[in-house]
Structures are given as C-alpha cells and as structure tokens.
C-alpha cells in the first residue's frame, strides 16, 4: 500500500505578514519540517503552493524531494488547494495524508502512528486525537478523493469527512502539536513556547 503526503501551502499569510511556510521551527523553515516528516511515509509528497510560490520554492532546503502544485485561484480556499493535490495524484495510491503548513509542531511518532493504524486496514479515515480534539494530519482512504474532487472548490474537507464518520478511526496522542496551528505573530511565538 502507499499512500500520498499533501501539505497545504498556497495561502497569503495575510494575518502573520510573511509566508508561513518559510516561519522557523526549531532550525528548519515549516515547510522543510513537514517534507521531512512524510518522507518516510508517503510517496510522493505534493506540497501546493499559491501565493508567494516562487518566494517559497526558493525558500527551502529539502525542494528535491518534494512535487509541487500551484493553486490558480488560492483565494478560494484550503480546500481547492487539496482539490489541486487530489487531482494531480497518481491513481495506484492506497490512500492520502494531508495537513495545512501550520502544524509544524506535530511530532514524527504521530505521523508514524496515525499511517501505522491506516495500513492496519478497515478504516476509511485515521486521524490524531488529542485530548478529544480530532487534528493534524489526517489520512483518507484513495476513494475518498473522488467525493472530494466531486465538492465545490469553497467547500471543506470535514464535509466530505463527516459521511464517514462510521468507517473513522482515531489515534489518541500525547502531542498538542496536532492540534496547535499559528495565523498571527502572537499564535507563532506561543508556538514557539515564548508566550503561554
């Protein structure tokens, strides 16, 4: 079985003033962090990119091993970025994880835990649980991107999530970081653990 990593990158970071996905995390940009945390579990791994593309592209170490997809119209959304990403898959893939760029604190053994219980089988979704809060990443079975791809580009991925909620599966984690996502300078210093 494999399964596709999708890190959602494309949007303007109007609120934090500067591409997300080039903040710092403990020594690697966010996106870097995130290339490097599915690699070992996902083949290939899509990284969709919108506004400041190019900035990014430039911006980062690990760009090699990564496939990048731009997203025409990143202003309609999260989830036409995913949309970008489904469409541009191959069809021989078991399944897909993706997560937006702002989790950057999400830990390798979540990762490893939550593709773990998606190979164990039966399951059409696997995601992190923390504390009874579902986060990031999440994977889904290879047909649910068809349903996806089905939706309106101003739609979300919960929607289409939610019509699975019998065949789901969570994986209880010690790790806030599937939880924990930075929009702003102050959301980006608690991340950092320089504010409570």
Known sequence: MSIAGIILAAGASRRMGTPKAL???????????WIGLLRPHCDPVLVVLGADAQRIRAGIRRAAEAQFVINPEPQRGQ?????CALAALPEHISGFLFTP??????????????VAEFLRGGAQVVAPRYRG???HPVCCAWPLAAEMLAEPPESQARLVLRRHRESTRYVEVEDPGVVEDADDPVGYERLLGDLP
């Not at 989830?79 to 949309?83: A, G, I």
């Open 23 to 33: 903040l710092d995390y403990h020594g690697q940009t966010w996106l870097d962090r």
């Open 79 to 83: 989830f036409s970025s995913l949309q």
């Open 101 to 114: 760029v702002d989790h950057p604190a999400v830990r390798a053994d979540t990762i490893e835990n939550v």
């Open 133 to 135: 809060r579902g986060g």
